[in-house]
T-cell receptor
Framework: ETGVTQTPRHLVMGMTNKKSLKCEQHLGHNAMYWYKQSAKKPLELMFVYNFKEQTENNSVPSRFSPECPNSSHLFLHLHTLQPEDSALYLC??????????????FGSGTRLTVV | AQSVSQHNHHVILSEAASLELGCNYSYGGTVNLFWYVQYPGQHLQLLLKYFSGDPLVKGIKGFEAEFIKSKFSFNLRKPSVQWSDTAEYFCAVAKGNNRLAFGKGNQVVVIP
């Protein structure tokens, strides 16, 4: 385990469903990130939270809704997704946003399939 | 915007062969450089990083990378690969207070 835990590991959902992805870290980090990893594309930064405040929304469609209740937990709420949203969704944390002290610690990801 | 280039997306080689993966970035000035590895079904993990000092950086599992400022490159190397090195390798670059920018990755398959 990396210290960043993501659940569920796999998720299959229909286009009309609502589901949530969860990320939890106990590293004492203050910044948390959502990334989308699709085949043959670079990692796409979606959202950034620093000390619970959202500091980046990288033009993500509103069908993805993040929530950060505290510095240790991050959620990604999903609704009315499209098949092209199928991907591996990665959560990461770091000591602070925009501070490259030690790089990011990643979770194992949630493999999402939209049918 | 930051740009990180990784070439030869798919690399297939035999055990004991040498591996070199190229990484080029588009920024001038001071940068922080990283290589991450993602083994099949596992999380992205830090392989090595360069912030300053000796441009030849040694990481885990026998990997090393060399920062060549004049070439804007941070190539990853391993003299003799093993089957367990089969993975996807990502170069990442951060400049100043900007966040990490990732390359597209290199899928490396080592044949026993």
């Amino acid at each position: 385990e990396t210290g960043v835990t993501q659940t569920p590991r796999h998720l299959v959902m229909g286009m009309t469903n609502k589901k949530s992805l969860k990320c939890e870290q106990h590293l004492g980090h203050n910044a948390m990130y959502w990334y989308k990893q699709s085949a043959k594309k670079p990692l796409e930064l979606m959202f950034v939270y620093n000390f619970k405040e959202q500091t980046e929304n990288n033009s993500v469609p509103s069908r993805f809704s993040p929530e950060c209740p505290n510095s240790s937990h991050l959620f990604l709420h999903l609704h009315t997704l499209q098949p092209e949203d199928s991907a591996l969704y990665l959560c990461a944390s770091s000591p602070r946003d925009r501070g490259m002290d030690g790089g990011y610690t990643f979770g194992s990801g949630t493999r999402l399939t939209v049918v | 915007a930051q740009s990180v280039s990784q070439h030869n997306h798919h690399v297939i080689l035999s055990e004991a062969a040498s591996l070199e993966l190229g990484c080029n970035y588009s920024y001038g000035g001071t940068v922080n450089l990283f290589w991450y590895v993602q083994y099949p079904g596992q999380h992205l993990q830090l392989l090595l990083k360069y912030f300053s000092g000796d441009p030849l950086v040694k990481g885990i599992k026998g990997f090393e990378a060399e920062f060549i400022k004049s070439k804007f490159s941070f190539n990853l190397r391993k003299p003799s690969v093993q089957w367990s090195d089969t993975a996807e390798y990502f170069c990442a670059v951060a400049k100043g207070n900007n966040r990490l920018a990732f390359g597209k990755g290199n899928q490396v398959v080592v044949i026993p």
